[in-house]
């Protein structure tokens, strides 16, 4: 601490570091007579027929790329085919069921409750 002590008292506590006095002024100006000229190029190219379609048919592209998408993820089985249709309906009942397990495990209902609901519920038609 003896030594800082004695750095500050001879240096001070100003801050050394100052901004010579209209610096900023001509800054600028001074900076910009410094650098060298630029070319100013005034080549205009005119695009051709490819360029100026390309982004419409990009934007086709898209559009068709994403109906077909739409299409394959909502394609269901034709009812044509009996086999088809049949276990078409097996899965679907064995889907339902495995829901319903589900849905009955968590909503913490007893049994009879369960019965009043279901019998209750059928009245209403």
Known sequence: MKEEDKILRTLGTENPFRVPEGYFESFTPDLM???PEKEKSDIYREPTTWEKIR?????AAMFVGAALIIRV???RVDGTDEDASVWADETDTEMEYEYIDAVIDKSMLDDYSL???LTDEGDEY
């Open 73 to 75: 993820a909502s394609s």
């Open 55 to 59: 982004p419409w048919i990009y934007m």
């Open 115 to 117: 019965y009043v609901y």
């Open 33 to 35: 007579s410094r650098l």
